[in-house]
């Protein structure tokens, strides 16, 4: 029998899935990319599997970051749901906030229909404080109510999310006694997000449980076909990786876990290289995912919006916008637009020959002479650039310009697109993104990259070892980890020392539990410990490490110092800690070598290519394999799986770990 020695990682983007796959105790590392299959996506990694050559009994871990729960929530897909909440706040979905989703637009809904329909909201007769003391108790016979409606709603999945239930889950306990064997799936707020602010917590909890059948159904599958054990893993949101029945629990972790992959490889090459900030940009085929990491350690958030409803939980704070390779072109009132809408996988943008007809970015890369004619895109797709001019001429004449002229302009809108996503990340968070790094990588994140750097003012990009798989890469090399947060309130004048270590101490088993269930030795898990501080009459806290033994007054320091960085300012007002959070992690011990792209070697040479700055220029060819010193622009480097563009300015050199640093050549 083959001894398995291969840990093996993929990411499914919405055009292709890539892979990644070393070999323990070697430098062997394979990569390859197969087209994403939505319908099937299972089968997309077994055919991943096949196309490095591997058999699955030679598997000894496999680890993939997925968007399907991610694209179930964007796209609506979601299957029937019950809400339990505390009579009087059945409505506490359809209310939500007064936000609208566009101030000045009325031809739209101000907010998103509710996740639960109110047919599907119960209301039950009990009561705690915000402090968990005991207002109204919870009936016997309120259980058997429960439990006779919930018979007749027709439901898969049951969200329990009960009035500050984060103080006291005892209400939420005894409602999973009674129902737990009526409903195939059933999540309680005050495991799934014990925070307050009840809105958001029935939320989230409400998207874990409408997002459970789809989870379990395909995790399960994913068992059944690829069955590993302990040694299958999922990629989650927070930058790192956890056991599949963690994941079956919680598939909320799963939201964005394929960008957090990448995200996670970065934050590893800014340590390495010693870089204080960076910038990520992950240009897929569907989307564009962007995030800062300051001396080494990515930013984290802890909500975000999805589906145009809140999703709160601690996740690294990925930025993403629908501008990806794949994105579709089109002309409105105000002239050229990219995205959202893209082509996706199937059919793929035009040139691609799978029955694309409309625009995207990637036909205009391909009629700028960016992307290899003669090449086969994932060792399958055959460029057809009569197909790119057939999509391109009717925006083209309707402009009324050249198919050059044209093709320039779709690349200056999606890259100053693009380029506002940086913006978000930096500017809003007290960075002058100048003195970043722009981290470059995915399918289309190198082509792009020196232009979102002249509209940005960046002076030097990196484009990281094997880019174009690089969230696959990601996978591998993360850590394994758990987070857990929930709300303590607990003032630092005063400060309640039994209480924090209370509430550290639950914390912590909790956060530690998924792993050491699965065979990871608790003396190899180490503890990240973060306090979410604020001033006592502010609503919003801010992240602020600390280490153990805790020290208040230290922590009140770093609070000001943190304050008056964000913001400007810190005051003498007393300061809660509003929300504590604890992240165990086993680091990674996996070293990557240079790997070899694989696939067919690139033809070097010359083509013409066009730029802003020079039309129809003869531009060098060179194989990012065979690379040794620095050249200058312009030029194209290409490998199997990704193209690097160096304009015109510009200059780019290797390092001995594979990496391609581009510099802005001094005028």
């Not at 960008?259 to 090459?269: D, E, L, T, W, Y």
Request: glycine share 8%; net charge negative.
């Amino acid at each position: 029998m083959t001894q398995p020695m291969w840990d093996v990682g993929t990411d499914i983007g919405g055009t292709f899935t890539d892979i990644v796959a070393i070999r323990s105790g070697s430098t062997e590392t394979r990569t390859a990319k197969v087209p994403s299959r939505p319908k099937d996506p299972v089968r997309a990694m077994l055919e991943a599997i096949a196309a490095v050559g591997l058999e699955q009994s030679e598997i000894r871990r496999f680890v993939h970051g997925t968007t399907r729960v991610t694209n179930a929530i964007v796209e609506n897909r979601l299957p029937r749901v019950a809400l339990i909440a505390t009579a009087g706040f059945e409505d506490v979905l359809e209310i939500g906030r007064y936000r609208r989703r566009d101030l000045y637009r009325l031809d739209i809904a101000p907010k998103a229909p509710p996740l639960v329909p109110p047919e599907l909201c119960f209301g039950l007769h009990e009561r705690v404080d915000h402090e968990g003391r005991m207002l109204t108790p919870l009936d016997p016979a309120e259980l058997e109510r429960l439990a006779a409606w919930l018979k007749t709603a027709d439901v898969g999945s049951v969200a329990v999310s009960l009035l500050h239930a984060y103080a006291n889950p005892a209400h939420e306990r005894q409602v999973r006694e009674r129902i737990a064997a009526l409903v195939p799936h059933l999540c309680l707020s005050h495991e799934v997000n014990p925070e307050a602010r009840e809105y958001e917590r029935a939320s989230s909890t409400a998207f874990n449980a409408a997002t459970m059948p789809i989870a379990v159904e395909y995790l399960s599958e994913l068992e059944e076909r690829l069955p590993l054990g302990p040694g299958l893993q999922v990629f989650h949101s927070a930058g790192g990786m956890v056991p599949v029945p963690a994941a079956k629990a919680r598939p909320l972790v799963m939201a964005m876990s394929g960008p957090a992959a990448g995200v996670s490889a970065s934050a590893r090459i800014a340590r390495d290289l010693g870089l204080p900030r960076i910038i990520t940009f992950d240009m897929g085929g569907t989307t564009t995912d962007v995030c800062l990491i300051v001396d080494g350690i990515a930013e984290m958030s802890d909500a975000r919006m999805m589906g145009d409803r809140p999703l709160r939980q601690p996740m690294l704070a990925v930025h993403s916008i629908g501008a990806g390779g794949g994105s579709i072109v089109k002309m409105g009132p105000g002239g050229l637009s990219v995205g959202p809408e893209s082509a996706g996988a199937e059919p793929g943008p035009a040139c691609y020959g799978l029955g694309g007809a409309k625009a995207t970015i990637t036909d205009a890369n391909a009629l700028l002479g960016y992307l290899d004619p003669e090449a086969r895109l994932g060792e399958r797709i055959a460029l057809d650039l009569d197909r790119a001019r057939a999509v391109i001429e009717p925006i083209a004449w309707e402009l009324g310009l050249g198919l050059t002229a044209t093709a320039l302009g779709i690349l200056r809108v999606a890259n100053a697109t693009m380029a506002r996503a940086l913006r978000r990340v930096t500017v809003e968070r007290g960075i002058d993104g100048r003195d970043c790094t722009l981290l470059a990588f995915g399918g289309g994140g190198p082509m792009h990259a020196a232009g979102i750097a002249e509209i940005y003012g960046i002076a030097q990009i990196i484009v990281p070892t094997a880019s174009s798989a690089f969230s696959a890469l990601g996978c591998l090399t993360a850590d394994v980890s758990f987070l857990q947060q929930r709300t303590v309130r607990l003032p630092l004048a005063g400060f309640d020392a039994a209480a924090f270590a209370a509430h550290l101490e639950g914390l912590t088993q909790n956060a530690m539990e998924p792993l050491v269930s699965h065979d990871v030795p608790a003396t190899s898990i180490g503890r990240e410990h973060t306090a979410l501080m604020r001033y006592a009459a502010q609503s919003d806290a801010l992240p602020v490490p600390f280490t153990l033994p805790f020290d208040p007054a230290a922590l009140e320091a770093d609070f000001h110092a943190r304050h008056h960085e964000l913001f400007g300012y810190s005051t003498k007002e007393d300061c809660v800690m509003e929300s504590l959070r604890v992240q165990a992690r086993q680091p990674s011990s996996m070293r990557i070598a240079r790997p070899s792209a694989g696939g067919t070697p690139r033809a070097e040479g010359t083509r013409l290519c066009s730029f802003d700055s020079a039309l129809d220029v003869e531009t060098t060819i060179l194989d990012r394999d065979k690379l040794a010193g620095a050249v200058a622009g312009p030029s194209i480097i290409q490998d199997a799986w990704s193209t690097i563009i160096v304009p015109p300015g510009w200059s780019a050199r290797p390092d001995d770990f594979g990496n391609l640093f581009l510099s802005k050549v001094a005028a």
